[in-house]
């Protein structure tokens, strides 16, 4: 008997200890992990939503098409003149399907700059119809909602490269709140049981009850994905998250760095520029992938000069994860390295798919949804643990 009561005496004094830390931490990032939510939620449909609001510049009309499309050297002129920009055109996305016009991206940043507007000084997307050279559409994506909503939510529109770990630490006491929120569902007995899973307001009056439900069970329900979520996220945020990660499923902290590799060629034995010769390898060696994205600049997206030109291959529409390398020769055009995403190891695959696990695209629209839905639950988790910390302080005087 007394052991009985020593061990229910422990049990009430750690969940009492982990529920004033659930509260205080709670209250601590409440508004953070409000905000981080929030613009998650609405960023998970970015796709879906830009391809409808685009669908005049993205796709191209049956009477526009020909056989072959202009050079990309021509292309880019007419994006240069038309636009008169100072800066050049960084990358140039072009999709295996041919109804589809090409994406060029400018792209320039400020790294010593403290906050987002001033760290991006050009982040444009024009959409050209490859076969007519005529401009379909422009987009400035440094004002886009969709984009804003991704850098409010990783870096509270701060610098980029610091700004993600004052979004980080947030989300890490989020995961703490997330593992301490089960321990506190967690039912004392076999009665209790049902009211961890059901909203039963049958008997219920008070919204202070009712609020306290919504909060206890939804919380419950999200939990998991929460934390598939969260962790995905500071997997992007914390080098020793990814390291850890790499060390347990590949036995290495670090992914392995690419080797630097040149041609014997100095120059290009045709007519035809490196950029169009590069475009038609891609077609042939990958004729069923999604898309290709081709740096155009010399520079990749993080600004680091490039000694090659390297095309990221696309598998699947609407992900990222699934992609192959292909890489060329600036001067002569010849493949150096052809590397489907299936000669990756399971750290570097991880590494890839990890933005289609953070979105929810990893398994389709079926798992945007649950995103969504997860999204929205954790956006209100902090509002009904609020509203329950003020219920309980602010009781009506008898």
């Known amino acids: 008997m007394e052991k009985n009561n020593r061990h229910k005496n422990k049990n009430f004094f750690f969940k009492k200890y982990m529920g004033k830390l659930h509260l205080w931490f709670g209250l601590s990032v409440g508004i953070c992990v409000f905000i981080v939510a929030l613009t998650g939620t609405l960023y998970i449909f970015k796709d879906e939503v830009q391809g409808l609001l685009r669908k005049h510049a993205i796709q ?12 990309i050297d021509a292309l880019s002129r007419i994006v240069e003149r038309s636009l008169g920009d100072q800066y050049p055109i960084s990358s140039v996305e072009i999709a295996l399907d041919k109804n589809k016009a090409y994406k060029f991206s400018y792209l320039e940043k400020n790294k010593k700059a403290w906050n987002y507007f001033e760290e991006f000084k050009i982040n444009k997307s024009v959409y050209v119809n490859q076969y007519t050279g005529k ?3 422009v987009y400035d994506e440094k004002y886009d909602f969709f984009t804003l909503m991704r850098y409010i939510h990783w870096s509270f529109l701060l610098n980029s490269g610091w700004g993600k770990y ?5 989300v890490v006491i989020f995961i703490f709140m997330l593992i301490s929120g089960l321990v506190l569902w967690w039912p004392h007995n076999k009665k209790s049981w049902k009211k961890g899973f059901v909203l039963d307001w049958k008997n219920v009056k008070t919204w202070k009850r009712k609020n306290y439900d919504l909060h206890r069970v939804l919380g419950f329900y999200t939990s998991f994905l929460a934390l598939i979520i969260s962790l995905s996220g500071i ?3 914390f080098p020793y998250v990814k390291n850890t990660f790499n060390l347990i499923s590949s036995g290495a902290r670090y992914l392995p760095k690419e080797k630097k590799i040149k041609s014997a060629i100095t120059f290009s034995p045709s007519n035809i520029s490196v950029f169009d010769s590069s475009i038609q390898e891609v077609r042939e060696h990958y004729p069923h992938s999604s898309r290709f994205r081709m740096p155009l600049n010399g520079k990749d997206r993080k600004g680091h000069q490039l000694d090659n030109i ?6 699947k529409s609407g992900k990222v994860g699934d992609r192959n390398q292909m890489v060329f ?13 299936q000669q990756l190891n399971l750290s570097q695959r991880y590494a890839h798919a990890n933005y289609d696990i953070h979105t929810g695209a990893y398994w389709g629209l079926f798992s945007k949804i649950l995103w969504f839905i997860t999204g929205l639950v954790c956006t209100s988790l902090p509002i009904t643990g609020f509203l329950v910390w003020w219920g309980r302080t602010h009781k009506k005087k008898k």
């Open 60 to 71: 191209l009309k049956p009477e526009t098409l020909a056989e072959q499309p202009m050079s």
């Open 135 to 137: 401009l379909l559409g």
């Open 166 to 170: 004052v979004v980080g630490i947030p």
């Open 235 to 237: 997997y992007f945020a």
């Open 310 to 315: 390297p095309i990221v291959i696309y598998e």
């Open 329 to 341: 020769d600036k001067n002569s055009g010849e493949l150096l390295l052809n590397k489907p995403y």
